[in-house]
């Protein structure tokens, strides 16, 4: 575990271990995530869309799950 001491105004130093290990250099931003007594940093997404290019290859597709599940209900008459 890594630790790091508040300054004054509220400052902490990501150690360079954590730095390198995901890419983080000057001016990057992150994410602060409060998940109800656990505070998370999280690296935000310089380029979103390019980052995400392929995240759903191969799996099935929701869009026709739920067009498949809605022709059910019209038959059933819902």
């Known amino acids: 575990m890594r630790s ?11 150690p360079n271990e954590i730095r390198l290990k ?8 992150v ?18 869309i390019k980052e995400s290019e392929g995240l759903f290859k191969g799996g099935s597709s929701l869009t026709k799950a739920l067009l498949s599940e ?7 008459g819902k």
């Open 4 to 14: 790091s001491t508040l300054s004054k105004k509220g400052l902490i130093v990501i």
């Open 22 to 29: 995901y890419g983080l250099k000057k001016g990057d931003k």
């Open 31 to 48: 994410n602060i995530i409060d998940y109800g007594g656990v505070i998370s940093i999280i690296p935000q997404a310089k380029d979103a």
């Open 70 to 76: 809605r022709d059910k209900d019209k038959k059933l």
